[in-house]
């Protein structure tokens, strides 16, 4: 099955600074890449995904890249603020897995004012 | 919408009592999901659904059963609860279909200690 490794597990930031979050995953069948962010006390939300006909994804001042031929995906923050702060999960899906996604272990991310 | 709602939002077990989670989505989705997450180790899938009628195992499905007898509810059993499934437990559906994956809509999560 698939399995997707994420670093860093805890990402410290001043705000305003650059932070990148890295996804590798092993089933070269996966063709959706969801992150999702988690505020404290809540359930995860979807902030961005790519699937593997593209290469990059921007919304404001969030990216995802995808390097199918590498196997690794990255979620990139520009411009840090205070509520950023979350735990931010990876995913990747395949159609052969039935579309169910296999998570990342998460990375904690504290932005510091 | 009200999304994906769960109930209780905070639960005390003891040893071998049993409960059960509710899970109701309001968006006609086909696809439910329970996941368990504890400190540090992510979101573990326990069971899953594609559809009423439909259920099958996840990562982490023992001790805990699932039922799929409508479209929107998906509740979770805990039968014989041990100290081991304390965690956070999330519901969470989406809308999949062939050839298109879609995002995932997560509760709010119970959580669940036993003692």
């Known amino acids: 099955g698939e399995n997707v490794e994420q670093h860093p597990s805890t990402l410290s930031v001043q705000e305003g600074d650059s932070a990148v979050i890295k996804c590798t995953y092993s089933?070269?069948?996966?063709?959706?890449f969801p992150w999702y962010k988690q505020e404290l006390g809540k359930g995860p939300q979807l902030i961005i995904d790519?699937?593997?006909?593209?290469g990059e994804k921007k919304d404001q001042r969030i990216a995802v890249t995808l390097n199918k031929t590498a196997k690794h995906f990255s979620l990139h923050i520009t411009e840090t603020q205070p509520e950023d702060s979350a735990v931010y999960f990876c995913?990747?899906?395949?159609?052969?897995?039935?579309?169910?996604?296999?998570f990342g272990r998460g990375t904690s991310l504290i932005v510091h004012p | 919408n009200a999304g994906v709602t769960q109930t209780p939002k905070f639960r005390i077990l003891k040893i071998g009592q049993s409960m059960t989670l509710q899970c109701t989505q309001d968006?006609?989705?086909?696809?439910m999901y329970w996941y368990r997450q504890d400190p540090g180790m992510g979101l573990k899938l326990i069971y899953y659904?594609?559809?009423?009628?439909?259920?099958d195992k996840g990562e982490v499905p023992n001790g805990y059963n699932v039922s799929r007898s409508t479209t929107e509810d998906f509740p979770l059993r805990l039968e014989l609860a041990a100290p081991s499934q304390t965690s956070v437990y999330f519901c969470?559906?989406?809308?999949?279909?062939?050839?298109?994956?879609?995002?995932?809509?997560f509760g709010p999560g119970t959580r669940l200690t036993v003692l």
């Open positions: 969470a559906s989406s809308y999949s279909r062939s050839g298109s994956h879609n995002e995932q809509f």
């Open positions: 089933d070269s069948a996966s063709n959706y």
């Open positions: 790519i699937r593997s006909n593209v």
């Open positions: 995913a990747a899906s395949s159609s052969g897995g039935s579309y169910i996604p296999t």
């Open positions: 968006m006609n989705h086909n696809y």
């Open positions: 659904s594609v559809g009423a009628g439909i259920t």
